[in-house]
């Protein structure tokens, strides 16, 4: 267990959410991805804070602060997906074909 | 003593963190039809835009608060340009709460509307106050959330909820980008603050810290429309209600640039001249790409955004620049977009009261009503970059910025793309001028408020540019 190994697990989970965001059509499970890149922030910033940082208070606030954020920013995510499930009756992220060039 | 003087200058700060609080408060006390959270609205932009102007320029380094809240010439100009877009938003939202428009029906909650507002433009304070990345972060996120939020305001809209679904979405991805860059640059710094992680870039470089400035460049080109990452843009403008847009296009970019300034002029300033052919190549490729795609637009909103893509990357060429210079002809060009942009929207949102928002509806707008046409004329020619409006000077400084610095190809480059950009203004022009209506047009009526901003922008549209020392202020607090 040393950093390395923890960036590497925070890399590959950045990868699995970038990767999810990309495969995924449902709206939730797009929610669920950015979740995990967000989250793979929060290790690389606790790994540092453990590791390496001369300052490792701030690297542990970062990530409660992260948290947060997040939970905020999911809040207006899901609020806003139920009102387009209103209108679209469906949460395919397809259906998204009203607004184009 | 001296910290109690020092508190002074942070009070318009305070007062906009309170303000959507009293605003929503009173609503909450107030009789539905009451005009009274209006009017305190308009009192309390207005009271903190003053506030604002009371605060001296020329102070050098800046000030500091608590250790992590600075108060710099670039700051508390920037401030005035978010405030500028917050009363302007909001007073060009008040007539979409009396009726519908553009084929949407009428919004409701105004108080909310304006306390959104206010949030997003605190946010964009606290990004040109932050001092260490986690208030940098949190600022940039304040910015962007109550954004989602007013995007979607039209909650009978489809089309508005649709929008609000892809930017989230979009911007949701762009947050994370970014926090996997700070937590990089964390790592790589070993610090939060910015004077230490700019010690440790001046030490040295390493792949940790390309990596960060890569991530953070990908994250900040989502929310400031860079080239691979814009294809939110124009669909979120179209579905977002005109005032929203108009918010948008001002005070998001804005903070967006914001960032960008903060954050290559302070903890990488050591090796800005290392990432100048980055910064160099999104700029020339935003720029390209914003005025093909304007070319082929109908819808106004839509236009409207690959405009706004452009005029991004024309904003990315002064940042090659140096610092001093960057940032004085970034904020002058700020001043001249936001109110060249608010004009432009104030004109479409008397169009869209009684037509849709298309180029066609702009048909025989010269002879029906010369006022209005004149005024669309001016916000185009400014934005397009014509001499003697305010625009061209905006535009001459970004350049010259970049130019000074010895950075010619992209200069060249931006200035053979502006003779692009005329084609489309003009095309804009020539339907409201030249262009035969089909048929009988219906009457637009003007409010006494649109008629007195429409009025006020366009002689400052002109004024700006005219007559040079009212951005002398500007200039004068740099030293340049």
Known sequence: ?101 | MSSLLNMNIIIPDVLLLLFPFIVIGIRLFCDFRSKLPWRIANFGFIAIFVLLNFIPLASGEGRFLISNWKVDDFGVLMREVLMISAILGMWLSKDYFEHGADGKPQMHQIAEFIGAIAFATFGGVTVVSACDLLTFFLGLEIATIPMYALTAWNKKDQLGSEAATKYILMGSVATAFELFGFSYLYGFAGSLHFSEIQQAVAAGTSPLLWLAVLFLFCGIGFKLTLFPFYTWAPDVYEGAPTPVTAVLSVTSKATAIAFLVVLVFGPLAPVQEQIAPFIALLAGTTLFVGNLGALKQSRLRRFMAYSSIAQAGYIMVALLGPATMAKTAIIYYLFVYAVSNYLAFFVFGIIGHHREETFASLRGLSKQNPGIAIALAISMFSLAGIPPLAGFFGKFHLFFSGASTGHYAIVAFAVLNNVLALFYYLQLIKSAWVDEPDGHLTPLRLTKRQRSVIITLSIAVVIIGVLPFLSNNIFAGFNY
């Open chain 1, 1 to 101: 267990m040393n950093l390395m190994n923890c960036l590497i697990l925070a890399f590959i989970l950045f990868g699995i959410g970038v990767w999810g965001l990309m495969r995924r059509r449902h709206l939730i499970g797009m929610l669920i991805s950015i979740e995990l890149m967000l989250n793979a922030a929060n290790i690389n910033f606790i790994s540092f804070a453990y590791f390496s940082a001369h300052d490792s208070t701030a690297g542990a606030l970062f990530s409660i602060f992260v948290i947060a954020v997040t939970a905020c920013e999911m809040a207006i995510a899901l609020a806003i997906i139920v009102t387009m499930y209103r209108r679209h009756k469906s949460l395919d992220a397809d259906q998204l074909r009203d607004l184009h060039d």
